[in-house]
């Protein structure tokens, strides 16, 4: 996606070889008009998979998620990383590791918003070792519903996370797929990168 | 606003008379369209203010602040309730009481992205004691931003944050202000309830 790529070349700053920070326009400051067209990029690329529902984590993953839920007019459930006090009762949970933060949480949704009806698009901001999106898919499949797909704005494809879901069968959607952060540079795997500058 | 005051009435949950639930639309479940409206809302009260920025706050924040962004073409940051390991330079903080979890928590947005110059629109779901707007002002003025304005999707007008907020001098918009939850019914403070009639 041609406009997302442009961004993080822009805008991302690398901080060490794994870590890029595009915080910016992604995750602590939000462009909107780009995140509409992420969203509108999933919608696309989804629009014929018959979603019921979006399902993300909190926080970074709402927008692109609503945003997607827009246009293809679902509803969104972001999964909580703490339990709420008013949200005690009936919870599908999944234990997440993140490496970011070296710790274990539990992720979770209210039983009353997943169902065997269900046809899921799971959306993310960051894709690295997979452990939130396979959290997500593990409360999905506790609860009964279908995952059509994950939808991930961008992709660390670097990290082992993006191969374990496509061998687990998930259909993986990357907006852009970062091939490399060596020498502080930003390097895109060819095909995206390639679909931008078609697009352009 | 009419539509979102029939969401709450058909789908908002009185589970004690200070507790609303209303996590089928707005804080767990997302309703895209309806946030959108809200959005838009939010972007027509506020269209004359001269906003450069809406700040808000993790998680349920972010799909309100998002969509008023979108209408109002300025960015969103949303401040943090924990630190990020990638984010750990320069911030600004403030200390925030949540009568509900009650404990303390500390808020953070990084410097990088406030300035004298903005002219902020604070967003945020619900406002019942006011800490969590009245946060989000104090790093507001630690930044040297000006505040043109709180926008509220739903207030509860029984319980003192409006007031606090309206008496410092803030301009407060909330779409949707509830008047009591005694007795499970859920009563709107006639002005919206009104605006909503006129509307419809």
């Known amino acids: 996606m041609d406009m997302l790529i442009e961004k993080i070349k822009c805008e991302g700053i690398v901080l060490s070889p794994s870590v890029l920070k595009v915080d910016s326009f992604l995750n602590h400051q939000i462009d909107p008009q780009l995140i509409h067209e992420v969203g509108r990029e999933f919608a696309d690329r989804f629009s014929s998979s018959g979603i019921t529902k979006i399902l993300t984590i909190e926080s970074s993953g709402i927008a692109p998620a609503v ?27 999944a234990s997440v590791y993140s490496f970011t933060k070296e710790e274990t949480s539990e992720i979770s949704v209210s039983k009353k918003y997943l169902s065997e009806e269900d046809n899921l698009l799971i959306i993310d901001d960051f894709l690295a070792n997979g452990q939130a999106a396979l959290g997500l898919a593990e409360i999905a499949q506790k609860a009964g519903s279908a995952v059509a797909g994950i939808g ?37 795997e060819e095909t995206t990168e390639n679909m931008g500058e078609l697009i352009r």
Chains 1, 2 share one sequence.
């Open 67 to 93: 945003m997607a839920g827009l246009h293809l007019n679902v509803p969104v459930v972001f999964a909580r990383k703490r339990k709420s006090l008013t949200l005690i009762n009936d919870l599908i949970t």
């Open 152 to 188: 991930i704005v961008i992709e660390k494809g670097f990290q082992k996370g993006g191969q374990q879901l496509r061998d687990k069968g998930f259909r993986v959607e990357s907006l852009a797929i970062i091939d490399s952060l060596e020498n502080g540079m930003i390097s895109f």
